[in-house]
């Protein structure tokens, strides 16, 4: 680093607190209140020896796939900062920034500094990072891109010492999220774009090390639920599924360049029929965009930028119809690097034809600053974060669970109910519905119909969820002092646990 490079970086510092910050001391929310206010994994440090024990990893973790340096992250930030939500904010606000500065130097190695320091401010305030940023157990796509951006720089440095330690980087990241696959690849792509030619030797390390992690990941360390979606089509067959995905790429394209409307569960509807408009839409969108590659086949930025999004999105591309969240803004946090350098190209060129191209990017950067400060607002407060997220998605259960959650603390269990029950009708195989049920059920002395509901919960074949249903039993017997039937459903929950 030069010292020409610190007002750069202190302004990617300052942009991302001044976007960010004032989210630092809103609750915890979501995933975020299940590993940290309700976890008892995270409490003991000693639980880190679990996350190299398959038969235990996903039995006391409750993490659904094998990412043992993010788990590794909640158990250390609960040891430092316990339920404070503030610090585990400022640390992933941190990482997104340390990200940031990490793209500037990356670009500023392949390219120029003009180029490096546009596309890291761009990074540092596009409004599709939110998630990832205000969500705490969302900082795997965070982690992976820091050692991505890691492996990359020290791969371009050429010596063998920074070759290891760059491996190393790589094992880090796939550690983090199974995204950091696609890695390779996109070495592959840099030197055909920038050295036009290939270092096979090289990459022979990077595929060893995505190869052996692979058995780890889906051999060693498979989770109950992962098992039992081992081919999940989100179409009535594979091929409206793949009709379906090619919808998923013009949308992440939309949201990450113009973010008008950001939500947890974007709204990419299964195809149905390969008539329907959106499906004729997405394959011209897809077919222009391969067009532009060809077209700017001789330009090695522009080409390296546009296919850097669709090669890092491979991971979650879904070809292999196992990921239940098939669309999520978070998996663009690693992919928008590609975005951010092609628009830095697109404004350095129109620099240099007009004036105007300053006053274009002032606006840009003001309308995503605009639609990052207003995304913050949903997450001032439990209440906040859920029923915008039953306004944005009224056809997923999710925040019909997260409005039924609001109720029950409100004393108001028949809206409760009511709530729940609708969240069923969305998610009919979600057991914590159930379990939310049978609880409303219970509080409202319709004792019969909770046994009923916490019976099919503990019939589950995931021993989380089933020890849930043996407690929910318990607790209706010890109430009505049958003692022995209360213990008996208190040591079956206590033996899953053990």
Not at 29 to 36: A, H, I, K, L
């Amino acid at each position: 680093m030069k010292k020409s490079d610190l007002p750069i970086i202190a302004l990617i510092v300052l942009v991302g607190f001044l976007l960010f910050g004032s989210a630092l001391n809103y609750p915890f929310t979501y995933d975020d209140s299940v590993f940290f206010s309700d976890s008892v994994f995270v409490r003991k440090i000693s639980n880190l020896g679990v996350l190299f024990e398959p038969s235990k990893y996903f039995k006391y973790s409750k993490e659904l796939t094998y990412r043992p340096f993010s788990v590794m992250t909640y158990l250390v930030g609960f040891q430092l900062f316990k339920v404070t939500p503030f610090y585990h904010r400022l640390i992933n606000l941190s990482l997104h920034i340390l990200a940031s500065i990490l793209v500037y130097f990356f670009i500023k190695k392949l390219l120029d500094k003009k180029i490096a320091s546009l596309t890291a401010l761009l990074f540092v305030a596009l409004p599709v990072h939110s998630e990832d940023i205000l969500f705490i157990t969302f900082n795997d796509d965070i982690l992976i891109t820091v050692f991505c951006l890691l492996a990359f720089i020290l791969y371009l440095k050429g010596d063998e010492k920074s070759y290891n330690i760059s491996l190393l980087f790589f094992l880090l990241a796939l550690l983090s999220k199974e995204m950091a696959f696609s890695f390779p690849v996109i070495l592959i792509i840099y030197d055909l774009c920038f050295n036009k030619k290939l270092a096979l030797r090289k990459y022979l390390g990077y595929f060893l090390v995505a190869f052996l992690f692979f058995l780890i990941r889906f051999f060693a360390f498979v989770s109950p639920l992962e098992k039992g979606m081992a081919w999940n089509c989100i179409s009535e067959n594979y091929f409206l599924h793949i009709l379906t995905m090619l919808k998923v790429f013009p949308y992440y394209l939309k949201i990450m360049v113009f973010p008008k409307m950001l939500m947890l569960y974007p709204l990419v509807a299964p195809v149905k029929s390969f008539l329907e408009t959106g499906v004729i839409i997405s394959i011209l969108v897809i077919i222009l965009y391969l067009l532009l590659i060809l077209y700017f086949s001789k330009n090695k930025t522009v080409l390296f930028a546009l296919l850097f999004v669709p090669v890092s999105l491979l991971p979650v591309s879904n070809i292999i119809p196992t990921i239940q969240n098939y669309v999520a803004e978070r998996y663009l946090y690693f992919p928008s690097i590609g975005i951010c350098l092609l628009l830095s190209v697109l404004f350095v060129k129109l620099f240099e034809r007009t004036k105007l191209a300053g006053v274009f990017l002032s606006v840009l950067l003001f309308t995503y600053s605009i639609v990052i400060l207003e995304r913050n607002l949903d997450y001032r407060t439990f209440e906040d974060f859920w029923l915008e997220t039953l306004k944005q998605r009224p056809t997923h259960g999710a925040g019909y669970i997260g409005a039924g959650c609001i109720s029950a603390m409100k004393n108001q269990n028949k809206e409760a109910l009511y709530y729940f029950k609708k969240a069923l009708e969305f998610s009919p195989g979600d057991y914590t519905v159930y379990w939310n049920i049978a609880n409303a059920y219970l509080i409202l002395r319709e004792t019969a119909t909770a046994e009923v509901m916490f019976k099919q919960i503990s019939a589950a074949h995931m021993d989380d969820v089933a020890c849930n249903g043996y407690c929910g039993l318990s607790k209706i017997y010890l109430n009505q002092n049958n003692l022995e039937k209360g213990k008996k459903y208190i040591e079956k929950a206590i033996s899953l646990n053990h």
